[in-house]
């Protein structure tokens, strides 16, 4: 039986192992291809976006003051109040104005009277002078009152103007339709000729005000279109056109631009934080793709990307390392300078699970 059984041990052996090599071979032939996903490059038409703070502002904010100094008699508008053209913002007492246009009244008459007395002196000087019963000089005097009380009816008459005019300087009226931003004074203050009394907001127009660095302001060219979004407002986003563009810093480090809002919403004013973004030319020209920043690896050989190279096999693609230069890093991905081109097929999903050489299938 010993003998027997030596005997056929090999070839058990033999079999097992046929067997096993059998099962490895199929196993390995068994192995599914990976699936990946990917992108195809093209070309980037558009800059870089960039985007910046701002600050919502009316296109015209007015800090309304009088004209003329007094007491404030009344101010019958609150903050946020809209205001009519013509509205009375606020009256102080016109009781010294007033009583300055009546002398005004009673000086100009005082001089009309005079002026028609020497008028008609004149014209008896000049009839007696015609009969040489006066001198030339006495002739030349009643001309030179004349004339005189003539010029003072003309002063007395600029000065009852100008007292009247400062009857209606005590009533602050609003020049158009406005908002009322604040209102800086109060009941029985006396105020100066020019201190601010209330501050408005007028007009749709709302721009906004940003400031840009001194490395990009550059780029930032009057008419440039832009975007602009509110917190305040998250679903919305506004057109924009740059209006002006600062030529001095203020800062030392940023310029001051603004833009104007090409349409309005309910919820938009005047002091509300915004976000301006810009489309940039930064590379003046050159070819730079943007693509998933998940697309690009990194070891120690540097930035890499994994390309899909066609086969002969329809669904199936052969795995490529390509070493790429990048850019920024922008809102809608990594900008690539070099590496790529168009109608490469970039790995975007399964890229760490690959590696150069490997099959993969492709939809």
Known sequence: MKTIFKMCLPIMLSSLLLACGDSAD???????????????????EQGTMRTFSGLAKAGQESNLSFRVGGTIQSIPIEVGDRLQAGQLIA????????????????NLSQAEATMRNAQANFERVKGLYENNNVSRNELDTARATAESSKAQVSAARKVLELARLNVSYTELKASESCDVADVLTEM?????????????????????????????????????????????????????????????????????????????????????????????????????????????????AG?????????????????????????????????????????????????????????????
């Open 188 to 300: 029985n203050e006396n105020v100066s000729a020019g201190q601010t009394i209330v501050s408005v907001t007028c007009g749709e127009q709302l721009d906004v005000e940003l400031a840009v660095p001194e490395s990009m302001i550059a780029l930032i060219k009057r008419d440039m279109k832009a975007t602009v979004s509110f917190s305040a407002l998250p679903d919305k986003v506004f057109s924009a056109k740059v209006t002006e563009v600062g030529v001095a810093t203020t800062t030392g480090a940023t310029y001051p631009v603004t833009v104007a809002l090409q349409d309005r919403a309910d919820g938009l004013r005047s002091g509300l934080a915004a976000q301006v973004s810009f489309e940039l030319d930064m590379h003046d020209g050159d070819k730079n793709y943007i693509l998933p920043a998940v697309a690009v690896g990194e070891d120690i």
């Open 91 to 106: 009256e102080i007492d016109p009781s010294q104005y007033q009583l300055e246009a009546q002398q005004a009244v009673a």
């Open 26 to 44: 199929q196993i390995t032939n068994e192995v599914p291809l990976r699936p990946v996903r990917y992108v195809t490059v093209s070309l980037i």
């Open 303 to 363: 930035r890499y990307v994994f390309l899909v190279d066609a086969t002969q096999e329809k669904s199936i693609g052969l795995i490529r390392r390509q070493a790429v230069t990048t850019g920024d890093l922008t809102p809608t991905g990594l900008e690539i300078i070099d590496g790529v081109s168009d109608g490469d097929k970039v790995v975007v999903a399964g890229v760490s699970v690959i590696r150069e050489g490997f099959k993969v299938l492709i939809d």
